[in-house]
């Protein structure tokens, strides 16, 4: 069975820094790219960014909203992807989720982890 | 703000046919980018309904279909179920914004 599992959010002040992992399993997590996607409360999806696989140098890729800010990387050893986020504001504020976001059967998306920034 | 454009919200009564569009543009859609659609009930994650326009994943029922044309596409929805009433969105990638892309959220609401 395909499980992703977020941890790692939390409260944190604005111009914080959070660090989110993603957990997998049930698939082989070194051959896919992984991505991140984020909703605020009652406020439609917005992707965050994306790591490709070792076969694709582990390019990145960010939403303009997040670039320079976010990193994302990932531990094929571990089976772990990371969504570092530094400078945090308060429209960060979301659901994070981690998915693979293949356009396929086998998309698969975590259970999302809550991250809030305020004072 | 998003680039893909869903209405709000449509609305139906059971058993009714329903359409939600996602107006798109030449860099997204029109460019040849597949349309995937998710439906994603209130406090969970978006399940993948509809993927490349117009397959459905094992275990998705025929009620939904998805089409594509020019630089837009749409899922309908037919024979509307009470629990069918949720949010569903469209995605694609958009090589302007060299970034994967979601549509605002269309809420179906079952009268």
């Known amino acids: 069975e395909v499980q992703l599992v977020e941890s790692g959010g939390g409260l944190v002040q604005p111009g914080g820094s959070l660090k989110l992992s993603c957990a997998a399993s049930?698939?082989?997590?070194?051959?896919?790219?992984m991505h991140w996607v984020r909703q605020a409360s009652g406020i439609g999806l917005e992707w965050v960014g994306r790591?490709?696989?070792?076969?694709?140098?582990?390019?990145?890729t960010y939403a303009a909203s997040v670039k320079g800010r976010f990193t994302i990387s990932r531990d094929d050893s571990k089976n772990t992807a990371y969504l570092q986020m530094s400078s945090l504001k308060a429209e960060d504020t979301a659901v994070y989720y981690c998915t693979r976001l293949s356009g396929t059967p086998s998309d698969h998306w975590g259970q999302g982890t809550l991250v809030t920034v305020s004072s | 703000q998003s680039v893909l454009t869903q209405p709000p919200s449509v609305s139906g009564a059971p058993g009714q046919r329903v359409t939600i569009s996602c107006t798109g543009s030449?860099?997204?859609?029109?460019?040849?980018?597949?349309v995937h659609w998710y439906q994603q009930l209130p406090g969970t994650a978006p399940k993948l309904l509809i993927y490349s326009n117009n397959n459905r994943p094992s275990g998705v029922p025929d009620r939904f279909s998805g089409s594509k044309s020019g630089t837009s596409a749409s899922l309908a929805i037919t024979g509307l179920q009470a629990e069918d009433e949720t949010a569903y969105y469209c995605q694609s990638y958009d090589t302007s914004l060299s970034a994967y892309v979601f549509g605002t959220g269309t809420k179906v609401t079952v009268l």
């Open positions: 049930g698939f082989t997590f070194s051959g896919s790219s």
């Open positions: 790591i490709g696989s070792k076969a694709d140098r582990y390019a990145t």
């Open positions: 030449s860099s997204n859609i029109g460019a040849g980018y597949d």
